[in-house]
């Protein structure tokens, strides 16, 4: 049985992460930066600002595969707190990598990356870091090591995405039996979704099957306006919801992600923009119920 190191074990990629893999025959070890209950993995309580603790991991269970996933994924808390937001993401993934290079070199590495581009706030930057960071040490030392870029991950799971923002606002007006308006900036704003699932699969196939020192781009291929987002949810609820845009110029939508090398390795994504909302909307029901 391979095993496989999980950092960020307790978030929204990683506990989708830990469960598949768990599922599909791995040992898995995860590890998070507080104690989680009720896992059904093996749980590591480590810091990856603590060279010293994640050493001890690395070391003690000697992984087959790493999928790195912790760090901060919020541009408002970046620009809160933009020296923490470049700390954890950046040297926090070198004391990761410096710690597989010592203790585990053989072991092939997939740092998830940002679909984001340019330099807009502190969250961008440490993303743009970490990555050509993650890419120069696999040239540098020889490690297996290569870098996903998925789009907006959406599905069943605590997130504090737009989706599931929305889904829980809804599910608390279904619980009170009183539809109220919602305000959304940018109403008709184009963005990429994808399944946290379906990216959760595409990390398998790319730690199995994937070159190392490339970035691979994963993300369903089609736009999908915030729009589309409330009508969807419109349909899923006996609420007569209504919902104000407060801006009315769109921003310009960033590129599609070019999923063709990708998909050379037989990847594709499984779950409509429909069944994540509606399996997003069901989760928080349940928290409710």
């Keep these: 049985m391979k095993t496989i190191l999980i950092t960020g074990a307790a978030g929204f990629t990683g506990l989708h992460a830990c469960h598949y893999f768990s599922e599909v025959g791995y040992r898995v070890i995860g590890t998070s930066r507080k104690t989680a209950k ?8 480590c810091d990856l600002l603590d060279k010293f603790q994640i050493s001890n991991v690395i070391k003690k269970y000697k992984p087959d595969y ?16 933009p020296l923490n937001t470049i700390e954890i993401n950046v040297i926090g993934t070198l004391n990761l990598l410096e710690a597989i290079r010592v203790e585990k070199p053989d072991c092939k590495t997939l740092i998830a990356g940002s679909a984001l581009s340019g330099i807009n706030h502190p969250y961008a930057v440490s993303k743009q870091f970490q990555q050509n960071l993650s890419l120069n040490w696999c040239s540098l030392f020889k490690l297996p090591v290569l870098v996903a870029k998925p789009c907006n991950l959406i599905g069943p799971g605590p997130s504090s995405g737009f989706v599931s923002v929305l889904a829980k606002r809804i599910t608390l007006m279904e619980k009170e039996k009183k539809a109220e308006t919602i305000a959304i900036s940018h109403f008709e704003n184009a963005r990429e979704f994808l399944d946290v699932r ?4 595409a990390y398998e196939i790319l730690l199995n099957k994937g070159t190392v020192n490339t970035t691979y781009e ?7 306006l915030l729009s589309d987002i409330t009508a969807i949810y419109q349909s899923l609820t006996q609420l007569d919801l209504t919902f104000t845009s407060t801006n009315s110029l769109p921003d310009k939508p960033p590129d599609l992600m070019n999923t063709e090398k990708i998909k050379e390795l037989n990847w594709q994504n499984f779950f409509s923009l429909k069944e994540s909302i509606a399996h997003t909307l069901s989760y928080y029901r349940t928290l409710v119920d």
């Design 38 to 45: 009720h896992l059904k993995w093996e749980l590591e309580t």
């Design 218 to 224: 994963i993300g369903s291929g089609q736009w999908s």
């Design 198 to 201: 379906d990216a959760v699969s």
């Design 66 to 81: 790493c999928l790195h996933l912790a760090g901060v994924n919020s541009v408002s808390q970046s620009w809160d707190d």
